[in-house]
């Protein structure tokens, strides 16, 4: 596999969720081009089966490899938990970037000692994600109470950030995690940051809210200047191009980098089967 500095880096979510990463890869990362891919027309993948999800996401990398990206976000925790692993064997050279519950430092912040993680049922049912409970809860004597958000995601996906079915949802999540003294939330899932706002107001100023999207940029530039794939300074002071692809509608992803990232992307919609691409 040839990997080139000048390539754009992939970057993948069941839906618009992955914005929440792009942005910090964007910020932290403003030269590099971007090709982002929402698999709209199969979200949420939260409650779908697992074999799902691993068959979507090696399609959408095998398209995005054809786009000849020199590196994958997987701005995902579902897919993260289900498919990750397989890629990094069916992929040894690429580099491939995860993301995943911010466990240890919500542990790093608590001081009651326990702490909400909000998520999709496939990722807190995952054994990856049990695996990382386990050891931190552990290592740092802490308490997680997982909280599977089903529907969630697909409210934000509609762009129901503050409907009244939306509040009504966080409500219910959010709720009795305050009840048992959790004073940390953790966002286990990259559409979350997107109501983030309307957790805060929910959960009080008492408690502290982790999301792990500008981690993720910072250890994707860490893997790029490892492999030495960080793109050059261009000559000319133009913005990098941010595209995107949408196997759902492409007039929703456009409207989402504009109301929820400011940003003006290319977007193209793709037919699920990736096919014709
Ligand atoms: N944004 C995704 C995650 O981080 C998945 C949401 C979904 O499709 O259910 O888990």
């Known amino acids: 596999m040839q990997l080139r500095s000048e390539a754009p880096i992939g970057v993948f979510d069941s839906g618009i969720g992955g914005l929440s990463v792009l942005r910090h890869v964007h910020t932290l990362l403003p030269d590099e081009s971007l090709l982002y891919f929402a698999d709209s027309g199969f979200a949420p993948y939260g409650e779908k089966p697992e074999q799902v999800i691993v068959e979507?996401?090696?399609?959408?990398?095998?398209?995005?490899?054809?786009q000849n990206i020199k590196a994958l976000v997987v701005?995902?925790?579902?897919?993260?938990?289900?498919?990750?692993?397989?890629?990094?064997?069916?992929?040894p050279d690429l580099p491939v970037v995860g993301v995943e519950p911010g466990l240890k430092p919500a542990a790093a912040l608590t001081r009651t000692g326990t702490i909400g993680v909000l998520a999709t049922a496939n990722t807190l049912s995952s054994e990856k994600f049990l695996k990382l409970e386990a050891q931190v809860a552990h290592d740092a004597g802490v308490r997680f109470l997982l909280q599977a958000c089903n529907g969630l995601a697909h409210q934000i996906e509609k762009g129901e950030l503050r409907s009244r079915e939306t509040v009504q949802l966080v409500e219910r999540y959010v709720a009795p995690l305050l009840a048992q003294q959790a004073d940390t939330l953790v966002l286990g899932c990259t559409h979350y940051p997107f109501v983030e706002q309307l957790i805060r107001e929910i959960a009080g100023p008492n408690v502290a809210i982790v999301d792990t999207g500008e981690p993720v940029a910072r250890q994707l530039q860490r893997v790029l200047t490892q492999r030495g794939l960080l793109r050059d300074a261009p000559t000319v002071d133009a913005p990098a191009p941010v595209l995107a692809y949408s196997t759902g509608s492409s007039s929703t992803l456009s409207l989402a980098f504009t109301k929820l990232l400011q940003?003006?992307?290319?977007?193209?919609a793709v037919s699920g089967t990736l096919a014709s691409s």
């Open 75 to 91: 701005a995902c925790n579902t897919a993260t938990a289900a498919a990750i692993a397989g890629l990094r064997t069916r992929y």
């Open 56 to 66: 979507r996401t090696v399609a959408i990398t095998a398209f995005l490899l054809t």
């Open 263 to 268: 940003l003006d992307a290319s977007v193209q």
